[in-house]
C-alpha cells in the first residue's frame, strides 16, 4: 500500500514539473479563435478612432460610436491550450490584396513613452516580402513620427497562415458600408521567448496603420498625430490581472491530476 501511495505521489511531481516547462510551438498555422476575444479600452471605454480620417478606407482604423452602438477598434485573446495570442483590429474596408501595412504596437517593458516591439501584417513590397513579421523598433519615440522598425525580423509567418480578413459579426456599420476585422497571431510561447515576458507579466497593446513596415505613417487611433507620444496610443493593460495566465496554466495541470487521482482510485 505504502510503494503505491509513492509511485502516485512520484506521478503528481512529474506532472507538475511537466506543467511547469513551456509549451512547445509546433503549429503551422494560426488556430482562429471560436470564443470571445477581450475589447482593447481605454480609461474603461472603447478604444477608438474617427470614420474618414485616413485613406484608403482599409488603412482607416474605426471605433467608437457609428450612429447605433459603440465598439472598440481592436481585440485581443491567447491560448495557453492553442500557444498563440491572437490581435484584432476594425477597419472601415477590406483591405484584403491591398499594398499596405497594419501594426499592433507593444510596450513589454513598463515604459508606455517608448514602443518596444510591433507585429505586422505587411502586404506591401515583393510578393516574397509580404508576411506578418515581428520585430522590434530600432527607434521607439518618443512620438510616432520619430518611431523606426527594425528590418532584421524576430519572427515571420506567411499571411496565408497568420492573417485574415473578414466582415464585422458585431452590427458595427462605420460610415454606412460594411466594416472589416483584421486578425493576425503569432505563437505565445515566441512571443514570450523575444519579450522576455512570462505567463504572469502583462503588456500594453496599441493599434495602427502604415504603408511602410518601418514607419508608422499613416492610421494612428484615438484622433492623434504624428507629433504626439507614443504612450498617447496604448490601450489599458490587456491583462486584467497579473498571473491570470499561469493560474489558467496551474487550472489545467491541477485537472490533470485530479483525473489520474481518480483513475487510479481502488474499484469497490
Same mark, same amino acid.
Given at each position: ?10 506521478? %503528481? ?17 494560426? %488556430? ?7 475589447? &482593447?479600452?481605454?480609461?474603461?471605454? *472603447? ?5 474618414? *480620417? +485616413? ?9 467608437? /460610436? ?13 491560448? +495557453?491550450? *492553442?500557444?498563440?495570442? @491572437? ?10 490584396? *491591398?499594398?499596405?501595412?497594419?501594426? #499592433?504596437?507593444?510596450?513589454?517593458? =513598463?515604459?508606455?513613452?517608448? $514602443?518596444?516591439?510591433? !507585429?505586422?501584417?505587411?502586404? @506591401? ?25 527594425? +528590418? ?8 496565408? /497562415? ?11 456599420? #462605420?460610415?454606412?458600408?460594411? /466594416?472589416?476585422? &483584421?486578425?493576425?497571431? %503569432? ?28 514607419? $508608422?505613417?499613416?492610421?494612428?487611433? &484615438? ?17 486584467? +490581472? ?9 487550472? !489545467?495541470?491541477?485537472? =490533470? ?12
Amino acid at each position: 500500500m505504502r510503494s503505491t501511495s509513492r509511485r502516485h505521489g512520484l506521478r %503528481i511531481v512529474g506532472l507538475a514539473l511537466a506543467c511547469s516547462l513551456p509549451m512547445a510551438s509546433a503549429q503551422a498555422a494560426a %488556430i482562429w479563435p471560436s470564443g470571445p476575444w477581450t475589447p &482593447l479600452t481605454v480609461g474603461g471605454g *472603447d478604444y477608438t478612432d474617427s470614420l474618414g *480620417d +485616413e485613406n484608403p478606407s482599409s488603412v482607416d482604423l474605426v471605433g467608437g /460610436d457609428d450612429g447605433s452602438n459603440s465598439y472598440t477598434a481592436g481585440f485581443w485573446t491567447q491560448s +495557453e491550450i *492553442d500557444d498563440q495570442l @491572437s490581435l484584432r483590429m476594425r477597419l472601415d474596408a477590406d483591405g484584403d490584396g *491591398d499594398n499596405n501595412v497594419w501594426q #499592433f504596437l507593444f510596450d513589454t517593458d =513598463g515604459d508606455a513613452s517608448s $514602443i518596444d516591439w510591433v !507585429l505586422e501584417v505587411r502586404q @506591401s513590397g515583393s510578393p516574397s516580402a509580404r508576411e506578418v513579421v515581428f520585430t522590434q523598433t530600432s527607434v521607439s519615440g518618443p512620438t510616432f513620427g520619430d518611431v523606426a522598425l527594425s +528590418e532584421t525580423f524576430a519572427w515571420t509567418g506567411s499571411l496565408a /497562415d497568420w492573417s485574415r480578413w473578414a466582415p464585422v459579426d458585431d452590427g458595427s456599420l #462605420f460610415g454606412a458600408d460594411a /466594416d472589416y476585422f &483584421l486578425d493576425t497571431a %503569432i505563437p505565445l510561447t515566441t512571443f514570450r521567448s523575444l519579450t522576455g515576458l512570462s505567463a504572469s507579466d502583462s503588456f500594453r497593446l496599441g493599434l495602427s496603420t502604415s504603408t511602410s513596415h518601418t514607419q $508608422i505613417n499613416k492610421d494612428l487611433p &484615438l484622433g492623434l498625430a504624428p507629433v504626439d507620444p507614443v504612450s498617447s496610443a496604448f490601450a489599458d493593460s490587456p491583462v486584467p +490581472e497579473p498571473g491570470t495566465g499561469a493560474l489558467v496554466a496551474l487550472g !489545467l495541470c491541477a485537472l =490533470g491530476v485530479g483525473v489520474r487521482s481518480r483513475g487510479n482510485r481502488p474499484r469497490a
